[in-house]
């Protein structure tokens, strides 16, 4: 890649086009060139999803630990292979484009599935010179995080690893679309419960129906008369008892 185009990279303005590099080995040459003009390389990564205000406070804060901020993206595939079903909510190209558009990030590109693709590859291929990390979900305490990628890391990079920037989390705005939709749906679920308890029941009836000889759906009339018609049944059997017992 040109020296020319390196530097229009970093300048107000420019497209995403021009931003967003999918070929690593570009991206390397980029690095070298930026470090020949002594500045500081900075890379951080993650997917993206539903930007919100977290996202911008870790951005900024990770564009003033150097000069040039990359930011890697992690793709479809690699967000459903790690996140919940239903992830992503927006496509990886929209991701790119919308995070590229943000002020503190110089350079996107793109994390995927597979050896040599993801994040921990493209640390180790272009070495930068502070690699940024949140420590936002996990077992491991924030100490215990920032010292185990830092050990990783030893040789290559510095780790510096932020504490989650707001409140909000990309995670708590799906349980709350999702509680926002369960009781958006409660009043069609209660109708269908009601619908189907009417059914099971009109089945019964019907079971009870063929057992007693009637036919199916006369119960539905009373089963008060049914019970009704079984007693004068049994009077009346009582009765010829009766006068059979008198006659004898």
């Known amino acids: 890649m040109k020296n020319k185009n390196a530097l229009r990279i970093l300048q107000h303005g420019t497209k995403f086009q021009d931003r967003f590099i999918p070929n690593w080995k570009d991206l390397c040459e980029l690095v070298v060139f930026y470090r020949s003009q002594g500045l500081r390389i900075v890379l951080t990564g993650g997917s993206w999803d539903l930007p919100h205000i977290g996202h911008t406070r870790y951005l900024q804060k990770a564009s003033e630990l150097g000069d040039v901020l990359i930011v890697g993206v992690d793709s479809d595939r690699l967000i459903k292979e790690r996140k919940e079903p239903g992830r992503p909510a927006q496509g990886q190209d929209e991701r790119m484009e919308h995070i590229s558009e943000l002020r503190p990030v110089n350079i996107v590109t793109l994390y995927d599935v597979g050896k040599g693709k993801g994040g921990e590859a493209l640390v180790r291929l272009i070495k930068p010179d502070v690699l940024v990390m949140s420590k936002s979900t996990g077992d491991k305490t924030h100490k215990q995080f920032a010292r185990y990628w830092q050990r990783q890391y030893k040789n290559i990079c510095k780790v510096v690893v932020l504490e989650p920037q707001a409140i909000t989390s990309t995670s708590n705005i799906y349980r709350q679309l999702n509680l926002n939709g369960l009781k958006g749906a409660q009043p069609i679920l209660d109708k269908w419960i009601g619908r189907i308890e009417e059914c099971v029941e009109g089945m ?31 009077v009346v059997s009582a009765k ?3 006068v059979v017992k008198h006659a004898k």
């Not at 009637?214 to 009373?222: I, M």
């Open 240 to 242: 010829k008892r009766k």
């Open 204 to 234: 019964r009836n019907d079971l009870s129906a063929l057992y007693s000889g009637q036919s199916p759906g006369s119960l539905l009339v009373g089963n008060n008369e049914a019970k009704g018609k079984l007693s004068n049944k049994k």
